[in-house]
């Protein structure tokens, strides 16, 4: 007798395998299911059968939080372990002003709520406080004339972007109640939370945020956080143990701010509108126009956490256990604090050369930036002290960008290209694809060749082959105008020319010396006939070409590791703006990898794209003759 899979979600699978279990029972060996009314039955029972395994299916699935589909079913497994989902987070920006006004006020707070407004891609946008923030008022300079005159001076305000926005709950302990905030695009760290008691003629006490239950008593003042049904986030409250306890007739003062998230990044330009007043709570008018000094442009704004994003980080998160000691559970914190993070990378001391034991260095690839600013930075640092382990010291730098440029040769068949525009236009389309792809943009990312040439490939049926060169550049941020050393390491092994010109650069200007000078590189032969160092030099090129050296040994480069080193020179400018020199090399392996805190990019916008009409495919040159061959290996040029 045959096995009826009850879990088989194929319609037509499920009707034979019924008719097969009936052909096994001796009453219906020889009856005919096609030509008969048992048929109906036969697919009624069958499309129940669909329908149940569908359904059993689907409880499965949603049973678990790598195949789950459903948010709310992610968002409940996800609390099982102590995960809370991200909500979405509001754009920041770091701005400062100063007021002049009449009167006897010491004091100038501005109030929370809005403070400003700002414009970006033609769209307003506010930007409010969650709390009051207070400062003082001393008087004026005499000599400007304004007796009675005073300043006020707000530095470095942190202003998010959203309507600050407030919700009162009444407690009642005989009810079953629940505390949901009512919007869904709330900010959770902007939440402020302040319970009055019944008896309470103050504002009442503020309670504060815990993601965890260690160190929390039966008086601690604490809130928690869960999701819950349409992205919407629910209070939770103490219960005498863990936690204090609400008390009938006390209420809930919840003040946050209601934010766009992500489009509120990018706003330079702020208009005052917040609300000042002094110390007897009176309005304060400003005797002049208040103009906002930007100190960080808006940045830092996400939606609310994705389910890819969940599933993801929860587990993660729930094995880091709130301490960071391993890679995974830097990258999970370090999500959940700094939500623009798109990659982390750390370096433990012990993997540091020299090795510094006891030392972490993180790197931090932001979205749609390359850095962080130094204020961020703090933050960071700030909040992952409550996840250290003592004794750790934690530090944040820099990322360093490791770029993959393409010199590509594509063959195409000309009988079949109505446009040759149009197919170079695809290729670059079909590269930027691939330079997005989750292999690169990546700490420790990994660019694969092979697979590289196969989307080219694929890119039209027109193409018919592709010869691509690979070249790897790192960027050396030079100091202008004052002697420094440099070090670029490239993580990969370099191929090495005897003949040298292993490494090119951009141009720069060096003190003392006119020209413009270049990197280059002379190899060191070993004993056994190997190349695995070499001397560093610098030279300039006349306008015939010609190249001397005017600075013999100027530093070394080690060909295994892939490390350059500039010993101590004075840059004064660069032909790059900002003060950067292009430092390029060709890598052993097309296969280029990024290591420790490299990340790996390819770079479209300094890759050659070169159309080549294969004219033996097209049938112009059967015999091959005046083929146009394109060689593998690199050219021959002094400089970058």
């Given at each position: 007798?045959?096995?009826?899979?009850?879990?088989?979600?194929?319609?037509?699978?499920?009707?034979?395998?019924?008719?097969?279990?009936?052909?096994?029972?001796?009453?219906?060996?020889?009856?005919?299911?096609?030509?008969?009314?048992?048929?109906?039955?036969?697919?009624?029972?069958?499309?129940?059968?669909?329908?149940?395994?569908?359904?059993?299916?689907?409880?499965?699935?949603?049973?678990?939080?790598?195949?789950?589909?459903?948010?709310?079913?992610?968002?409940?497994?996800?609390?099982?372990?102590?995960?809370?989902?991200?909500?979405?987070?509001?754009?920041?920006?770091?701005?400062?002003?100063?007021?002049?006004?009449?009167?006897?006020?010491?004091?100038?707070?501005?109030?929370?709520?809005?403070?400003?407004?700002?414009?970006?891609?033609?769209?307003?946008?506010?930007?409010?406080?969650?709390?009051?923030?207070?400062?003082?008022?001393?008087?004026?300079?005499?000599?400007?004339?304004?007796?009675?005159?005073?300043?006020?001076?707000?530095?470095?305000?942190?202003?998010?972007?959203?309507?600050?926005?407030?919700?009162?709950?009444?407690?009642?302990?005989?009810?079953?109640?629940?505390?949901?905030?009512?919007?869904?695009?709330?900010?959770?760290?902007?939440?402020?939370?302040?319970?009055?008691?019944?008896?309470?003629?103050?504002?009442?006490?503020?309670?504060?945020?815990?993601?965890?239950?260690?160190?929390?008593?039966?008086?601690?003042?604490?809130?928690?956080?869960?999701?819950?049904?349409?992205?919407?986030?629910?209070?939770?409250?103490?219960?005498?143990?863990?936690?204090?306890?609400?008390?009938?007739?006390?209420?809930?003062?919840?003040?946050?701010?209601?934010?766009?998230?992500?489009?509120?990044?990018?706003?330079?330009?702020?208009?005052?509108?917040?609300?000042?007043?002094?110390?007897?709570?009176?309005?304060?008018?400003?005797?002049?126009?208040?103009?906002?000094?930007?100190?960080?442009?808006?940045?830092?704004?996400?939606?609310?956490?994705?389910?890819?994003?969940?599933?993801?980080?929860?587990?993660?998160?729930?094995?880091?256990?709130?301490?960071?000691?391993?890679?995974?559970?830097?990258?999970?914190?370090?999500?959940?604090?700094?939500?623009?993070?798109?990659?982390?990378?750390?370096?433990?001391?012990?993997?540091?050369?020299?090795p510094r034991f006891g030392e972490v260095e993180i790197s931090i690839k932001p979205k749609n930036d390359y850095f962080i600013s130094d204020f961020n930075k703090g933050i960071i640092l700030s909040r992952l002290k409550d996840y250290a382990v003592a004794g750790i010291k934690q530090s944040i730098v820099d990322l360093e960008i490791l770029s993959i440029e393409l010199d590509t040769f594509v063959y195409y068949n000309g009988s079949r290209v109505s446009s040759l525009d149009t197919l170079k236009s695809n290729v670059v389309s079909t590269l930027s694809e691939f330079a997005d792809s989750e292999d690169l943009n990546n700490f420790g990312g990994r660019f694969k060749y092979s697979k590289l040439l196969n989307v080219i490939d694929a890119t039209d049926s027109a193409i018919t082959s592709n010869i691509t060169k690979v070249k790897i550049r790192r960027n050396m941020r030079t100091i202008l105008n004052n002697p420094a050393q440099y070090e670029l390491c490239f993580g990969n092994q370099f191929h090495v020319n005897p003949a040298g010109a292993n490494i090119k650069s951009t141009g720069f200007?060096?003190?003392?010396?006119?020209?413009?000078?270049?990197?280059?590189?002379?190899?060191?032969?070993?004993?056994?006939?190997?190349?695995?160092?070499?001397?560093?030099?610098?030279?300039?090129?006349?306008?015939?070409?010609?190249?001397?050296?005017?600075?013999?040994?100027?530093?070394?480069?080690?060909?295994?590791?892939?490390?350059?080193?500039?010993?101590?020179?004075?840059?004064?400018?660069?032909?790059?703006?900002?003060?950067?020199?292009?430092?390029?090399?060709?890598?052993?392996?097309?296969?280029?990898?990024?290591?420790?805190?490299?990340?790996?990019?390819?770079?479209?916008?300094?890759?050659?794209?070169?159309?080549?009409?294969?004219?033996?495919?097209?049938?112009?040159?059967?015999?091959?003759?005046?083929?146009?061959?394109?060689?593998?290996?690199?050219?021959?040029?002094?400089?970058?």
């Amino acid at each position: 007798m045959p096995f009826t899979k009850y879990a088989n979600l194929d319609f037509a699978q499920i009707r034979t395998q019924i008719k097969d279990y009936l052909r096994a029972n001796s009453d219906f060996t020889d009856f005919d299911f096609e030509g008969s009314n048992f048929s109906v039955l036969i697919d009624t029972l069958a499309y129940n059968t669909y329908i149940s395994a569908f359904n059993a299916n689907m409880v499965v699935n949603e049973s678990f939080i790598e195949s789950a589909a459903l948010r709310e079913n992610v968002v409940s497994l996800a609390r099982n372990i102590g995960y809370t989902p991200r909500s979405r987070t509001a754009a920041k920006s770091i701005i400062s002003f100063s007021v002049k006004f009449s009167g006897s006020s010491q004091t100038v707070t501005l109030k929370a709520g809005l403070v400003c407004t700002g414009n970006t891609k033609n769209t307003s946008f506010v930007f409010s406080i969650p709390e009051d923030i207070t400062t003082t008022s001393p008087l004026d300079d005499p000599l400007d004339n304004q007796i009675g005159a005073r300043t006020a001076t707000f530095s470095n305000i942190e202003v998010y972007q959203g309507s600050y926005a407030t919700k009162k709950f009444n407690v009642d302990t005989s009810l079953d109640q629940r505390f949901i905030i009512p919007n869904p695009s709330v900010d959770t760290d902007t939440l402020r939370v302040r319970v009055k008691g019944p008896q309470d003629m103050t504002l009442g006490d503020e309670y504060v945020k815990s993601d965890t239950l260690f160190k929390i008593g039966s008086t601690s003042e604490v809130f928690f956080l869960q999701e819950v049904k349409d992205e919407k986030y629910e209070l939770l409250f103490g219960d005498g143990v863990i936690g204090k306890a609400l008390e009938t007739g006390s209420q809930i003062n919840a003040s946050f701010i209601i934010t766009d998230g992500l489009e509120g990044n990018g706003v330079t330009n702020f208009s005052f509108a917040g609300v000042l007043r002094g110390a007897e709570e009176n309005r304060i008018s400003p005797s002049n126009g208040i103009t906002i000094t930007t100190n960080q442009k808006a940045q830092g704004g996400a939606e609310i956490e994705s389910l890819q994003s969940i599933k993801y980080f929860a587990p993660r998160s729930y094995s880091s256990q709130y301490r960071a000691v391993t890679a995974s559970d830097y990258e999970a914190i370090v999500k959940q604090i700094f939500p623009d993070t798109e990659s982390v990378s750390v370096v433990g001391g012990e993997e540091m050369t020299p090795p510094r034991f006891g030392e972490v260095e993180i790197s931090i690839k932001p979205k749609n930036d390359y850095f962080i600013s130094d204020f961020n930075k703090g933050i960071i640092l700030s909040r992952l002290k409550d996840y250290a382990v003592a004794g750790i010291k934690q530090s944040i730098v820099d990322l360093e960008i490791l770029s993959i440029e393409l010199d590509t040769f594509v063959y195409y068949n000309g009988s079949r290209v109505s446009s040759l525009d149009t197919l170079k236009s695809n290729v670059v389309s079909t590269l930027s694809e691939f330079a997005d792809s989750e292999d690169l943009n990546n700490f420790g990312g990994r660019f694969k060749y092979s697979k590289l040439l196969n989307v080219i490939d694929a890119t039209d049926s027109a193409i018919t082959s592709n010869i691509t060169k690979v070249k790897i550049r790192r960027n050396m941020r030079t100091i202008l105008n004052n002697p420094a050393q440099y070090e670029l390491c490239f993580g990969n092994q370099f191929h090495v020319n005897p003949a040298g010109a292993n490494i090119k650069s951009t141009g720069f200007n060096v003190a003392g010396i006119p020209e413009i000078l270049y990197m280059t590189d002379t190899p060191t032969m070993l004993p056994n006939g190997t190349y695995e160092s070499g001397i560093v030099s610098f030279i300039a090129i006349d306008e015939n070409g010609v190249a001397s050296t005017k600075v013999q040994n100027a530093g070394v480069v080690d060909y295994k590791t892939g490390e350059i080193n500039i010993f101590t020179i004075n840059i004064v400018s660069t032909v790059v703006v900002n003060g950067i020199v292009e430092v390029q090399a060709f890598p052993e392996s097309n296969d280029v990898i990024g290591l420790e805190n490299l990340f790996v990019e390819l770079s479209i916008d300094k890759s050659t794209i070169n159309m080549v009409k294969d004219t033996i495919t097209s049938g112009e040159q059967v015999s091959g003759i005046g083929f146009p061959v394109t060689s593998s290996y690199s050219n021959g040029k002094l400089t970058r």
